[in-house]
């Protein structure tokens, strides 16, 4: 797959292409329905697929503070996408002149003079431009007068409701995992790299890889259930996602995972953790006994839960 950043950067053989657009955070069931009709459409029409991304997403340029936490850091939603078959991203910087750009803007500078798309995949809902005025009946008339087809994909539901990135971080913050697994299609999963702890770890017997996180807020905080993959054997353990508030630290949110039972570095190395089950809420305890005594609780719980399951029958990451 490749990544175009930026419109300055399309050249004359990116022109021609089906294209979709979204924001695609945590890539779930209902984009994975859209990238389906894009392959599709993609084959019939003998032409690359290209979905159109926006970096920042739309809502943490008009509010970084506000925003919801990302299901997925650009990276993840790259490598998801990659996934799903798609020939190319254009990753377009939502910055004050692209907000500006009315609807009919952005159909002449990004969809035709851009990347001239021959046909549109979006969901039923989708709208953009400035203030959000495009919508799909706009689209079809536009696709008439510039000559490209425009289709709406049905919504999918899951019990009734849509599948939505917000409906997936709602499952999170609930610590509902069951519901946020079939909203995705996955379990969710947060990866990065393992960095150097405060080594606090070992004196409360409980070693940590602490996985760097790159991003400010998360979707989830707490005491999980987790797996990981580590030199392709699935592995079971338990992690905290929080501030930490029981040792000093600079505020801002850290994964730790204790792995059961495993006894090699992870320094250096990237982890993909899947989240499976919410043990407990993070807590400040007032003393390093106290936290040394609920960590220690908290990997009897994951040892009771992962007993009897081989590993290899873990439903575990997929890298
Ligand atoms: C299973 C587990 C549960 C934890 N629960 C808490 C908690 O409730 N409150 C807290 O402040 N820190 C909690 N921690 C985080 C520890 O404070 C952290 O792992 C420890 O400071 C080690 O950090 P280091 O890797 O930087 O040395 C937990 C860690 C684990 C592995
Ligand atoms: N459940 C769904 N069924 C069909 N299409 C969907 C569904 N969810 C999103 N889409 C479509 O996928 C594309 C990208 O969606 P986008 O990520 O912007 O929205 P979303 O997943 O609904 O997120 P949010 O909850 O943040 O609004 C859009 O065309 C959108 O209409």
Same mark, same amino acid.
């Given at each position: 797959m490749q990544l175009v950043r930026g419109? &300055? *950067?399309? !050249?004359? %053989? &990116? !022109? @021609?292409c089906v294209a979709t657009i979204g *924001?695609?955070? @945590? $890539?779930h069931r209902g984009h994975q329905a859209i990238l389906a009709r894009l392959r599709e459409r993609a084959a019939e029409l003998a032409l690359p697929s290209c979905v159109v991304i926006f970096e920042p997403q739309p809502r943490e340029f008009f509010g970084p503070e506000t925003a919801p936490a990302r299901l997925t850091r650009l990276r993840d939603k790259l490598a998801l996408l990659a996934a799903e078959g798609v020939d190319r991203v254009l990753c377009l910087s939502f910055n004050p002149h692209l907000r500006e750009l009315s609807a009919a803007e952005f159909v002449r500078a990004v969809l035709v003079e851009g990347l001239d798309v021959r046909h549109l995949e979006v969901g039923d809902d989708f709208r953009f431009g400035c203030d959000r005025v495009g919508d799909f009946a706009f689209l079809q008339q536009a696709g008439e007068r510039e000559g490209f087809s425009v289709e709406a994909a049905a919504t999918v539901e899951l019990d009734g409701l849509r599948v939505s990135s917000t409906r997936v971080r709602k499952a999170l913050a609930a610590g509902d995992f069951a519901l946020a697994e079939h909203l995705l299609g996955r379990p969710f999963q947060i990866a990065g790299r393992v960095l150097h702890g405060q080594k606090l770890g070992r004196q409360l017997d409980a070693p940590t890889a *602490? $996985? %760097?996180?790159? !991003?400010? !807020? $998360?979707p989830l905080s707490g005491v999980y259930l987790v797996s990981t993959v580590v030199d392709g054997q699935p592995w079971p353990g338990v992690a905290n996602i929080g501030v930490r508030p029981s040792v000093a630290g600079d505020g801002s949110a850290h994964l730790e995972v204790h792995l059961l039972d495993f006894a090699g570095d992870l320094y250096g190395r990237r982890l993909t953790v899947a989240f499976h089950h919410k043990l407990r809420e993070e807590q400040r305890f007032a003393s390093l006994e106290a936290l040394k005594a609920a960590i220690a609780a908290d990997i009897a719980a994951a040892r009771a839960h992962w007993q009897g399951q081989p590993h290899t029958l873990l439903a575990g990451p997929t890298d």
């Open positions: 419109l &300055h *950067n399309l !050249r004359p %053989q &990116h !022109r @021609g *924001n695609f955070d @945590g $890539v *602490n $996985v %760097q996180l790159k !991003r400010k !807020r $998360v």
